[in-house]
């Protein structure tokens, strides 16, 4: 199966994801390494306006977030998703932590493809997972 990995823009956002084929295998290994496949990942930059009428709209939730991701895969093992991603968020979140906008981007983007092979992070417990995921995640950028 070919791997499609996709990154576009939202207007008004101007945005341009560099080293996009680096980042492409960085996401291809840490989905290998779970033994899932993908059929299509869609990573879509935008403004914080655009991902909180996503949030108001699909998931009837009234707050402001950095990623939204949806599941649209049919296939056990088989990764078939649109990703969401504020980079307004983003900047403001790098900002809150003092880590710069590139290691707080890969965290959210390893976040949304760690979602989608069955991590979560809703309780403090699988919380904890998931930031240990998004940390192994980030160790094996090249």
């Given amino acids: 199966m070919e791997t499609q990995i996709q990154f576009f823009t939202e207007e008004p956002l101007v945005f341009r994801l560099n080293n996009a084929e680096i980042y492409k ?14 059929e299509q990942l869609n990573y879509i930059f935008c403004t914080d306006e655009y991902l909180h009428k996503i949030n108001v709209e699909y998931l009837n939730h009234d707050t402001l977030t950095d990623i939204i991701t949806f ?3 049919d296939t056990e093992n088989v990764l078939e998703s649109d990703i969401f991603i504020s980079i307004e968020r983003v900047e403001e979140n790098a900002k809150e932590r003092n880590l710069s906008f590139e290691l707080e981007l890969k965290r959210v983007l390893a976040h949304g493809v760690l ?22 995640a980030i160790e094996i950028f090249e």
């Fill in 25 to 38: 295998k960085w996401l291809n290994q840490i989905v290998q390494k779970h033994k899932f496949e993908i």
């Fill in 71 to 73: 599941d649209n895969s």
């Fill in 115 to 136: 979602h989608l092979l069955g991590f979560k992070d809703k309780t403090k417990e699988e919380a904890e997972k998931m930031r240990a995921k998004e940390d192994w």
